[in-house]
Each structure stands twice: as C-alpha cells, then as structure tokens.
Nanobody
Framework: QVQLVESGGGLVQAGGSLTLSCAAS????????VGWFRQAPGKEREFVVG????????AFADFVKGRFTISRDNAKNTVDLQMNSLRPEDTAVYYCAAGRGSTIVVFTTTAKYDYWGQGTQVTVSS
C-alpha cells in the first residue's frame, strides 16, 4: 500500500507558476513510477507528466511540453511538478499517482497506476 498526498495547489494568474508536491508513504517509493494527472469539470482525467523510478525517464503530454517539469527525490519520497507559463485551460484538480513497473518505463494511462492521492485544485485566472 502507498499513500499519496498532494500539496501546492492554489490560484494563480495566467503566465504565473506553481509547484505541486506529492509526498508518499508506505512501500519502497523507488519501486514506483509516479504520474501527475488532471481533471477539469465535465472532462475525463488526463495524463500530464510522469517520471520513472530512478528519475532518469520522463514523459510529457504535448500540451505541457516546455512549460512543466517533474523531479523526484527517492530519499525524501517526494515528487515535484513545476508548472510555468500557466494558462486558464490548465485549471483542474491535479492528482498524483503511483504504479509499479520496470526501471525504464513511464506510464501514461490511468489504468497503470494503482494508488492515487486526493487531488489539489489549481485555478488559473485570465
């Protein structure tokens, strides 16, 4: 079992930045691939960015490339999502998720992730 807690959400103006953090507890954190997803009202949950077990591999949704970065610290059991150049369409609840996989894999679909946080709201005003 892995418990995930997100933090760092809030209200920001368009063009601004936010850093979301995901803190994990439970099993060995380095055994898990971590992903960030988001869900806007009336829309399906969608993949944003993911990071492999060691932090060497990453995957990004096209709509965040060049704007968002992800990093992890396995010693501290944390994953950070740095979001820059935020747009109103980035407004959503952001979820952290963890799933077991091989060292070089980064999952991009919800079905591959076994554990989810409760989410944190990000609102970008125009």
């Amino acid at each position: 079992q892995v418990q995930l807690v997100e933090s760092g959400g809030g209200l920001v103006q368009a063009g601004g930045s936010l850093t979301l953090s995901c803190a994990a507890s439970g099993r060995t954190f380095s055994d898990y691939i971590v992903g960030w997803f988001r869900q806007a009202p009336g829309k399906e949950r969608e993949f944003v960015v993911g990071i492999g077990r060691s932090g060497s591999n990453r995957a990004f949704a096209d709509f965040v490339k060049g704007r968002f970065t992800i990093s992890r610290d396995n010693a501290k059991n944390t994953v950070d999502l740095q979001m820059n150049s935020l747009r109103p369409e980035d407004t959503a609840v952001y979820y952290c998720a963890a799933g077991r996989g091989s060292t070089i894999v980064v999952f991009t679909t919800t079905a591959k992730y076994d554990y989810w946080g409760q989410g944190t709201q990000v609102t970008v005003s125009s």
